[in-house]
């Protein structure tokens, strides 16, 4: 399985997701993290994940009898390189949006679910913008954005840090017009 099937899964994408951030994790911390993914599921997913790469084993230690796996998201393989994306087909955008949003859809059901949810002290925000952007335009926005993640993909966890889920969308609500 190639890295595109691999992450056009909505169970897979929201297991690279709790495995972003550096930190190391076990599929029971999965499990705990991920409560409505069946375990059965979640294993096979990590599986999956491992065989392929995306995640590495960093420790191994026995509890009661039964060998138990720290793994560590590769982030480096973990993502759909220009070339991947290019070579998509529209059903493959159809089916890789679908998957993004169920992962997106989860992950917000869960967060509500917790205890102590609470989305204004939490600063959650899912608003949509229309932009009327040229090319040029669009280009120098995307390549902010890209700048002012990239200076925070590696932060690592400290206490009075918690994990954030960012999920940019974007893409023309209109066809451009037509020159003559």
């Known amino acids: ?3 595109l099937d691999l992450l056009l899964h909505p169970v897979r994408v929201r297991i690279v997701h709790a495995m972003s951030g550096g930190r190391t994790r ?3 911390d999965l499990c705990a993290s991920l409560p409505d993914v069946p375990k059965t599921t979640l294993y096979r997913h990590v599986g ?4 392929a790469g995306l995640l590495e084993v960093v420790d191994e ?5 039964a060998v138990e796996r720290r793994y560590r998201l590769r982030r480096e393989n973990a993502t759909i390189d220009a070339d991947a994306a290019a070579s998509m087909s529209l059903e493959d955008h159809r089916h890789g949006f ?6 997106l859809h989860a992950e917000f059901n869960t967060y509500l679910d917790r205890e102590n949810a609470d989305p204004t002290a939490d600063s959650v925000g899912y608003r949509q913008i229309p932009l009327w952007l040229g090319q040029d335009e669009l280009v120098e926005l995307i ?21 954030h889920l960012l999920s940019p969308i974007l893409f023309p609500i209109e066809e451009r017009p037509q020159l003559d």
């Not at 230690?61 to 009898?65: E, F, I, K, L, T």
């Not at 679908?98 to 992962?103: D, F, I, K, L, W």
């Open 1 to 3: 399985m190639d890295t």
């Open 26 to 28: 076990t599929t029971s």
């Open 48 to 51: 999956l994940l491992a065989e």
């Open 61 to 65: 230690q026995r509890v009661h009898g």
């Open 98 to 103: 679908t998957a993004a949003m169920a992962a």
């Open 143 to 163: 390549n902010e954005l890209r700048s002012v993640i990239a200076s925070r993909l590696d932060n690592q966890p400290t206490p009075g840090r918690s994990l």
